[in-house]
């Protein structure tokens, strides 16, 4: 069955948004109309393939067959989806399949690199599992795979990931934390370092290091002070003009999304995979009609798939 547009799927399963006051009380709002666009960010994957179609599916990304289902929706990976986990394999098929199927729909998937994709194509292989070398057929095999140049799937990463990336003007997304000095070169700059530093097996590049945008933690451990990190962020929005910054990497010890300064950070890695806790969640990014963005965590209803649980993020 085609899939219905973003408000008469929301009305259908009966959605609620929960606003949240200052008191930390939750008021239900109608479910606006005025709906241009749909954007999905799912945090660290870790080679949980079943956790992985549990996500997708509480964000109604896809259907109970791991099938694009979201219309013009626009889903963002922010990257590690390889190590401690069995499932690898499954997840970067998963992501090939429903890169081509959101096209198709009008919809578009944006995956970005993680430290452990870097770690991967340059044979750091400490976390990886004795279950994620046998599904490859062996250790020989799984390094074939991860070959950017010759390899199936060191092809697709390399082909398709990024380093950074913002959509629409608004948010910034990015595995790690943003440095101001990194954000200062721009998105275009350090995506071209960071694939230029992978052809040429320069896996130790300053992109790739402690403060690079696939390794930074300073923002989500506010590692400066409350006031100096929110300083921080302001600074890194006004370099690259956008209205908050997003990322994984820093699993939220809640199980739930980090929104620090007033929703300008929001840490999604919430501990997707059971190594973490198996801890469902998504961020949604609803595009409206006047320019503005309403921005929610998702989460489940009842330990069940059910998209039902949204609540409100930029003021927490």
Request: charged content about 20%; overall charge negative; hydrophobic content about 40%.
């Amino acid at each position: 069955m085609p899939r219905l547009n973003t408000f008469i799927t929301l009305a259908l399963v009966c959605l609620q948004v929960a606003h949240w006051d200052q008191a930390g009380t939750a008021h239900a709002l109608p479910v606006s109309a005025q709906v241009s666009r749909r954007i999905v960010a799912v945090g660290d994957l870790h080679s949980d393939y079943p956790q992985t179609l549990a996500v997708l599916r509480l964000a109604n990304i896809t259907d109970e067959n791991a099938n694009w289902r979201a219309g013009s929706d626009t889903l963002i990976q922010t990257g590690d989806n390889v190590d401690r986990g069995p499932g690898t394999i499954a997840i970067y098929q998963l992501f090939q399949k429903l890169r081509m199927q959101a096209k198709a729909a009008g919809g578009e998937v944006i995956n970005l690199y993680g430290n452990h994709e870097i770690m991967n194509i340059g044979g750091d292989l400490r976390y990886v599992t004795k279950e994620d070398i046998a599904s490859f057929g062996g250790s020989e095999k799984r390094k074939q795979a991860w070959d950017i140049r010759t390899g199936w799937l060191g092809q697709f990463v390399f082909n398709n990931f990024n380093i950074s990336h913002i959509q629409h003007g608004h948010t910034l997304f990015s595995h790690a934390d943003m440095h101001p000095d990194w954000a200062s070169k721009g998105i275009d700059t350090m995506n071209t370092l960071a694939h230029d530093a992978l052809w040429n097996k320069q896996y130790k590049a300053p992109i790739f290091t402690t403060d690079g945008p696939v390794w930074n933690r300073a923002l989500a451990k506010q590692e400066a002070g409350v006031d100096a990190t929110c300083e921080i962020i302001e600074t890194i929005k006004e370099i690259l003009g956008v209205k908050r910054l997003v990322s994984g990497h820093t699993v939220s010890k809640s199980g739930k999304i980090l929104s620090l300064c007033n929703g300008s950070y929001l840490g999604i890695d919430v501990g997707i995979t059971n190594y973490y806790g198996g801890n469902l969640a998504a961020l949604e990014i609803i595009e409206n009609t006047d320019g503005t963005q309403t921005v929610h965590a998702l989460y489940p209803k009842d330990n069940t798939f059910t998209y039902a649980v949204r609540e409100s993020v930029e003021s927490l």
